[in-house]
């Protein structure tokens, strides 16, 4: 069993930044992959980034490429997602996600954060 358990999130205003943090518990294997997906009202859970065990890769969705970053402490298995420049349409409530490979499909990921959300005012 994997538990996530998420923090950082909260309100900003337009153009500033916030760092989210994920620490993972459990079998290692079922965290060689981990991700940040986020979900705004109405709508469905996107994939946002993710990062393999020790980092050597990391993947973006094209609406943040540039202004946030990925990046994991493999000894205390946490993943970090620092968030720059951030608008008004990245709110949403940010759930970090685990699985055994790389993945952008949320339907693939058995292990999920209790989410936090991020507020950017304009």
Not at 3 to 18: D, I, P, T
Not at 43 to 58: H, L, N, P, Q, Y
Not at 99 to 122: A, E, N
Request: hydrophobic share 30%.
């Amino acid at each position: 069993q994997v538990q996530l358990v998420e923090s950082g999130g909260g309100l900003v205003q337009a153009g500033g930044s916030l760092r989210l943090s994920c620490a993972a518990s459990g079998r290692t294997l079922d965290t060689n992959f981990m991700a940040w997906f986020r979900q705004a009202p109405g709508k469905e859970r996107d994939f946002v980034a993710g990062i393999s065990r020790f980092g050597r890769s990391t993947y973006y969705a094209d609406s943040v490429k540039g202004r946030f970053t990925i990046s994991r402490d493999s000894p205390k298995n946490t993943a970090y997602l620092q968030m720059n420049s951030l608008k008004p349409e990245d709110t949403a409530v940010y759930y970090c996600a685990a699985h055994r490979r790389m993945s952008t499909d949320r339907k693939d990921y058995d292990y999920w954060g209790q989410g936090t959300q991020v507020t950017v005012s304009s």
